[in-house]
């Protein structure tokens, strides 16, 4: 009789493990993925950081009919020079591949354009230079 005790014991803790794991897993399952961001610096031919500068991202997929999804977007930089742009949904979940996306700037008579390459849920950079 004393055996069977033995082995019930062994059976309940065996459930209650699984069950940690299993909510373990779970949990896990259910983290927030990093999000995909987009921070542009824009400097003059001198090197200076440009601050209140105008800054616009335009994008447009190559194939519209199975890819709907453009980017037209803007911002003025800080007073560091840097604009940041939140570019998480424009991804979907499992979406591979990079984006490339046109960055335009403006500052009272000074323009200038980059191309940018956004990998998802990366902080992405580029130096946007106004001329």
Known sequence: MQMY??????????????MCCAFLLALMACKEAPPTTL????????GTQMANAKVWLVAEPT???????????????????????DLSDFYQPGQLGVMQIKVKGFYFGLTGESIAEIIEQQRNKVLLLLE
């Open 39 to 46: 921070e542009v610096l824009v400097v003059n031919a001198n």
């Open 5 to 18: 005790k033995k082995i019930k014991l062994f059976v309940k803790a065996s459930k209650a493990i699984m």
């Open 63 to 85: 194939d519209t009919a199975h890819n709907a999804i453009a980017v037209n977007d803007s911002t003025t930089s800080d007073l560091n020079g840097k604009a940041y742009f």
